[in-house]
């Protein structure tokens, strides 16, 4: 069983930062890559950014492509999503998802939902108008 924890939400201005984080425990951290997803109200969760369980292959989505990383820390069992340039469109409810494998298929994607075992309760982020 894994157990997921994000935090680092917060409201900020267009234009600002933030830096969201997600504390997982219960098994080897670096055997499965990791998602960050989102879901915005009366809209389907979608996939924002994954990183493999080494951390050298990552997937953005093109909404957050640019502005965002996604990154690892192994040693403190942690992942992150730094998002720059804020916009409205980024307000959601974003999720952090555990997979089961270390990579994704090369001939595949991570952005699949199907893909990822174990979600986290969410962390809001309010970006207003």
């Known amino acids: 069983q894994v157990q997921l924890v994000e935090s680092g939400g917060g409201l900020v201005q267009a234009g600002s930062s933030l830096r969201l984080s997600c504390a997982a425990s219960?098994?080897?951290?670096?055997?499965?890559?990791m998602g960050w997803f989102r879901q915005a109200p009366g809209k389907e969760r979608e996939f924002v950014a994954a990183?493999?369980?080494?951390?050298?292959?990552?997937d953005y989505a093109d909404s957050v492509k640019g502005r965002s990383t996604i990154s690892r820390d192994n040693a403190k069992n942690t992942v992150y999503l730094q998002m720059n340039s804020l916009k409205p469109e980024d307000t959601a409810l974003y999720y952090c998802?555990?997979?089961?494998?270390?990579?994704?298929?090369?001939?595949?994607?991570?952005?699949?939902?199907?893909?990822?075992?174990?979600w986290g309760q969410g962390t809001q982020v309010t970006v207003p108008s």
């Open positions: 219960g098994r080897t951290f670096s055997n499965y890559f």
């Open positions: 990183i493999s369980g080494g951390g050298l292959s990552t």
């Open positions: 998802a555990a997979s089961q494998a270390r990579y994704w298929n090369p001939d595949g994607s991570p952005r699949g939902r199907d893909l990822y075992k174990y």
